[in-house]
């Protein structure tokens, strides 16, 4: 066992706590949402994803430093075309504001908002249209993965699993949440019958995710990795990693969609996914360390 309180914790040097786990967790679910979205296409599950897509991108912005500058370098920017193309923090908030305005935009024609007519009920139908928003969720939630794997010096996600892993988590809370929808009454119930078959082989393909994760980083020779993936297996995170993220967030529903029908059951299990995605992601990174010096 690595002795933790020789390392220090990549949160404790930045002090934004949770706000970056919701906005990876927007993020995925509006994203991956929006990729699904190609074949559901129901207005009230496109409402839904337009408020976490803004969500995730209020967030993020939240952490830029001097925010109350950020129109005027957008202004000139846009001006002078003078766009930094090799920062990752540059295409992820074009990438964010895209999938954010074009949501909007969704919304209001699902809703009949300004954009009225059978034209406009059209194009939101198409399958141009929906392809155009699949692309750009799948890379916003890829994009959220490579945040974290360009983090210097923690070790733990310069991991190209992360990537994979949130798209795979994005995916199961999505159709969860499409789950907890149709319980509700909110979107067509055959529209979504296909959803607990196919949450079988993305839990399935999920937990694979996370544990080739977890043993790519105890096999690592960074001290910082080893002590990251000891954090979620009995360290600080492992009560949040394995009760949220593994049991009640991906076993536990994937248990439930192989062994009944039960709706009342299937809607507790897809309650348990949603969230089970936002208690991954923070667990992983809260167990971020960064690595030790050596002189």
């Known amino acids: 066992m690595i002795d933790l309180s020789t390392l220090t914790p990549q949160l404790q040097a930045t002090h934004w706590g949770w706000t970056i786990a919701l906005f990876l967790w927007f993020i995925g679910l509006s994203g991956m949402g929006f990729f699904i979205n190609y074949w559901v296409r129901q207005k009230n599950f496109v409402y ?31 001006r002078d075309f003078s766009f930094n193309f090799q920062s990752w923090m540059m295409i992820g908030i074009v990438l964010l504001s895209l ?39 799948v890379c916003s939630t890829i994009y959220s993965g490579f945040l974290l794997t360009q983090a210097v010096g923690v070790s733990l996600w310069n991991s ?8 795979m988590s994005g995916l199961t809370s999505s159709i969860a949440m499409l789950e907890l929808m ?6 067509d119930h055959k529209s979504v019958g296909w959803c607990s078959r196919t949450s079988v082989w993305v839990d399935t393909a999920k937990l694979f995710a996370i544990f080739s994760f977890v043993y790519v980083a105890l096999g690592s020779a960074s001290i910082g ?3 990251g993936a000891e954090a979620l297996i009995s360290g600080n995170q492992a009560l949040m990693f394995w009760i949220g993220g593994i049991t009640f967030g991906t076993a536990l529903p994937l248990l439930i ?3 009944t029908r039960s ?4 809607t507790g299990g897809a309650i348990f996914a949603v969230f089970g995605a936002l208690f991954l992601r923070a667990s992983i990174l809260f167990s971020g360390y960064y690595d030790s010096l050596s002189f």
């Open 48 to 78: 839904v994803l337009t408020f976490c897509g803004i969500a995730g991108l209020a967030l993020v912005t939240s952490h830029l430093g001097r925010l109350s500058n950020l129109p005027f370098v957008i202004f000139y920017a846009l």
């Open 99 to 137: 999938l954010s305005v074009g949501s909007v935009f969704y919304s209001m024609i699902c809703a009949g908002i300004i954009f009225k007519g059978s034209k406009w009920q059209k194009l939101a139908q198409s399958n141009g249209f929906n392809a155009v928003f699949s692309v750009l969720g």
């Open 160 to 167: 190209s699993l992360i990537p994979v892993l949130w798209i």
């Open 182 to 187: 149709s319980a509700m009454g909110l979107v």
């Open 225 to 227: 990795a080893r002590a």
């Open 257 to 259: 969609n192989l062994i």
């Open 263 to 266: 709706q009342k059951v299937i």
